[in-house]
């Protein structure tokens, strides 16, 4: 069969050319779930937390743990909106149960982090 070079295709007509679209999917917001200093929650309490809800190591909880006594807040983590929203509400959660005024925040974060 014979090309036809106008059309790009046999010279029947019997076949098309179909061009699919690719969507690119956009990555999820990123939020950074973020503790706040204060004074009367031990810090103890703190790096327990760390540990228990973030599932960071003792040595990496204490150093984050004096970094946000220190500065007056720390990153704890960054996750999908879903994830640092269930983070969130077991850190309060938690303070809550064990009778400490412990507070988290979730702040947007960049597209880098």
Known sequence: MA?????????????????????RLKRPNRYKVVLLNDDYTPMEFV????VTVFHRSEAD??????QIHTKGKGVCGTYSHDVARTKLFQVQSLAEKNGHPLQAV????????
């Open 106 to 113: 979730l702040e947007a974060a960049g597209p880098e982090e």
């Open 61 to 66: 909880s204490r150093r984050l743990m004096l």
């Open 3 to 23: 090309e036809d070079p106008q059309k790009g295709g046999p010279q029947d007509g019997g076949t098309q050319l179909v061009t699919e679209r690719r969507t």
């Open 47 to 50: 790096v327990w937390l760390l």
